[in-house]
């Protein structure tokens, strides 16, 4: 077996960090569905891209219909495959440099999906440009797959692959080094409450309650505006001095605005939206929102293990079930909370969410699925397991520990071939995923680009094992 390991791809650096930081100007956040551009015209253009310069590279592409795209080289009915994904989450507030903007500073280049995931998905196009210009003998033909509804539910991939075939063997770049085989089940779930403010007269009205955003793991701001009404400004604040990173602004409209603040000693699980919970729950008078506020703050808060709710699950492979309040909005005379559900992969995902549902119909409050993501086991004896171990170890002198994860990559669409791997090194820089002025070093990008290359040409020439295949 040739060793690949030891500097190939930094011919192609220059090539790499142009075509990265030229793709991150590319605002492709999802959109309005056009004529064959299901998520918009901004993921469509990022599509388009990969698949002309793969073309230009002398590829055979296609693109399956706006919803994804591959490059391919070689031949044979068995396939290997990488998977990445073009489209990102949408830019945020509080950035320094511009979101888009792709800018190459110190050795890194910044800007919405460096990372997170088009640095990567230019890396697998250029390795697999290295093993066709070396002329690397293969058993399969190799694809790399671009995906472009990643962060909005991985509807592409449903769609990519009922009309391609699966992979024989695949990893995914959209997480970190060695390798997770473990992904849990993953739900995203709405929990709504509709006021009848013509029955609100014996209580205080909720104009509003804003705070998080799905994508961020604990949200450090929550805003709630309620009508003053018969309350005093004086008692306002006897209530708010209990707690410190509550501020409160009173407004000539009758109106108060509270906010609470970032993580601070009275935060306990740095959630601002469980905290605002957890003190309109206990103020000494009631709200029109009081069936929603108590659920949340009674069977969430800032309990992240499930046990209010009755869904709290564990077992030896991924470990125990996680909640995560994640966002709180306000659409009219509906309040909605966005609640993320991750469990083991040994547990019934529907009959979980079965129970959340129940509990909320009990405090007369309404549960919408809105995302459901299955859970990923991979066998330790699998050989894409077995191969991309052997690779990591080889490149790095480390143990290739197999690690698990709440979140989600396209691996859960691979039917139990494919794992997560690379492309963040461990002890690396956090690279402000999903947050602003998202970035990546390019050294690291490079380190991942020669283990990339490595993994993908010695699962190209795997003998194919059907016993210890996962369909």
Same mark, same amino acid.
């Given at each position: 077996?040739?060793?690949?390991?030891?500097?190939?791809?930094?011919?192609?650096?220059?090539?790499?960090?142009?075509?990265?930081?030229?793709?991150?100007?590319?605002?492709?956040?999802?959109?309005?569905?056009?004529?064959?551009?299901?998520?918009?015209?901004?993921?469509?253009?990022?599509?388009?891209?990969?698949?002309?310069?793969?073309?230009?590279?002398?590829?055979?592409?296609?693109?399956?219909?706006?919803?994804?795209?591959?490059?391919?080289?070689?031949?044979?009915?068995?396939?290997?495959?990488?998977?990445?994904?073009?489209?990102?989450?949408?830019?945020?507030?509080?950035?320094?440099?511009?979101?888009?903007?792709?800018?190459?500073?110190?050795?890194?280049?910044?800007?919405?999906?460096?990372?997170?995931?088009?640095?990567?998905?230019?890396?697998?196009?250029?390795?697999?440009?290295?093993?066709?210009?070396?002329?690397?003998?293969?058993?399969?033909?190799?694809?790399?797959?671009?995906?472009?509804?990643?962060?909005?539910?991985?509807?592409?991939?449903?769609?990519?692959?009922?009309? =391609?075939?699966?992979? %024989?063997?695949?990893?995914?770049?959209? !997480?970190?080094?060695?390798?997770? *085989?473990?992904?849990? +089940? $993953? #739900?995203?779930?709405?929990?709504?409450?509709?006021?009848?403010?013509?029955?609100?007269?014996?209580?205080?009205?909720?104009?509003?309650?804003?705070?998080?955003?799905?994508?961020?793991?604990?949200?450090?701001?929550?805003?709630?505006?309620?009508?003053?009404?018969?309350?005093?400004?004086?008692?306002?604040?006897?209530?708010?001095?209990?707690?410190?990173?509550?501020?409160? =602004?009173?407004?000539? %409209?009758?109106?108060?605005?509270?906010? !609470?603040?970032?993580?601070?000693? *009275?935060?306990?699980? +740095? $959630? #601002?939206?469980?905290?605002?919970?957890?003190?309109?729950?206990?103020?000494?008078?009631?709200?029109?929102?009081?069936?929603?506020?108590?659920?949340?703050?009674?069977?969430?808060?800032?309990?992240?293990?499930?046990?209010?709710?009755?869904?709290?699950?564990?077992?030896?492979?991924?470990?125990?079930?996680?909640?995560?309040?994640?966002?709180?909005?306000?659409?009219?005379?509906?309040?909605?909370?966005?609640?993320?559900?991750?469990?083991?992969?040994?547990?019934?995902?529907?009959?979980?969410?079965?129970?959340? #549902?129940?509990?909320?119909?009990?405090?007369?409050?309404?549960?919408?699925?809105?995302?459901?993501?299955?859970?990923?086991?991979?066998?330790?004896?699998?050989?894409?397991?077995?191969?991309?171990?052997?690779?990591?170890?080889?490149?790095?002198?480390?143990?290739?520990?197999?690690?698990?994860?709440?979140?989600?990559?396209?691996?859960?669409?691979?039917?139990?071939?494919?794992?997560?791997?690379?492309?963040?090194?461990?002890?690396?820089?956090?690279?402000?995923?999903?947050?602003?002025?998202?970035?990546?070093?390019?050294?690291?990008?490079?380190?991942?680009?020669?283990?990339?290359?490595?993994?993908?040409?010695?699962?190209?020439?795997?003998?194919?094992?059907?016993?210890?295949?996962?369909?």
């Amino acid at each position: 077996m040739k060793m690949l390991i030891g500097g190939e791809m930094a011919q192609y650096r220059n090539e790499i960090v142009h075509h990265i930081s030229e793709l991150v100007k590319i605002r492709s956040v999802q959109e309005e569905a056009e004529p064959s551009k299901p998520y918009g015209s901004g993921v469509n253009r990022a599509l388009e891209y990969m698949l002309e310069l793969a073309c230009s590279m002398g590829f055979a592409t296609k693109n399956v219909d706006g919803y994804a795209g591959y490059a391919e080289y070689g031949s044979g009915e068995r396939m290997t495959a990488v998977l990445v994904h073009l489209d990102t989450v949408h830019e945020g507030e509080g950035w320094t440099y511009p979101p888009f903007g792709g800018l190459i500073e110190e050795e890194r280049i910044v800007g919405r999906g460096a990372s997170d995931n088009k640095g990567p998905a230019v890396v697998a196009l250029y390795c697999l440009k290295a093993i066709r210009d070396l002329g690397l003998p293969i058993r399969t033909r190799i694809r790399i797959i671009f995906g472009t509804n990643e962060e909005s539910g991985m509807k592409d991939m449903d769609y990519y692959f009922s009309k =391609e075939p699966q992979p %024989d063997f695949a990893f995914v770049p959209d !997480a970190g080094y060695p390798l997770f *085989n473990v992904e849990m +089940g $993953n #739900a995203m779930i709405r929990i709504s409450h509709t006021r009848d403010r013509r029955q609100g007269s014996g209580s205080l009205q909720i104009d509003s309650l804003t705070g998080g955003m799905p994508l961020i793991m604990a949200p450090e701001r929550c805003e709630v505006r309620i009508a003053s009404g018969h309350v005093s400004e004086g008692k306002w604040h006897e209530l708010l001095n209990r707690r410190t990173n509550l501020q409160a =602004e009173m407004g000539a %409209d009758g109106y108060i605005a509270i906010t !609470a603040n970032g993580n601070t000693a *009275n935060q306990p699980s +740095g $959630n #601002a939206i469980a905290d605002m919970m957890e003190w309109l729950a206990g103020l000494p008078f009631r709200t029109d929102a009081d069936p929603f506020i108590l659920f949340l703050n009674k069977k969430i808060g800032h309990d992240t293990s499930g046990k209010a709710l009755g869904i709290h699950r564990s077992d030896e492979v991924s470990g125990p079930t996680l909640v995560l309040l994640k966002q709180i909005l306000t659409e009219g005379d509906t309040l909605t909370a966005i609640i993320n559900v991750r469990y083991p992969v040994t547990e019934d995902g529907d009959r979980l969410l079965g129970l959340v #549902a129940e509990q909320a119909q009990l405090h007369g409050l309404q549960m919408t699925i809105t995302r459901h993501l299955r859970p990923v086991y991979v066998s330790p004896d699998h050989p894409v397991v077995r191969t991309l171990s052997r690779v990591y170890e080889r490149a790095t002198g480390e143990k290739a520990e197999l690690l698990k994860m709440g979140a989600g990559t396209y691996a859960r669409k691979l039917k139990n071939n494919g794992v997560a791997f690379g492309a963040g090194l461990p002890g690396g820089v956090d690279n402000n995923v999903h947050r602003p002025d998202e970035f990546v070093r390019i050294e690291d990008m490079m380190k991942h680009a020669d283990i990339c290359l490595q993994g993908l040409y010695e699962l190209a020439i795997q003998e194919i094992n059907p016993s210890l295949t996962q369909i």
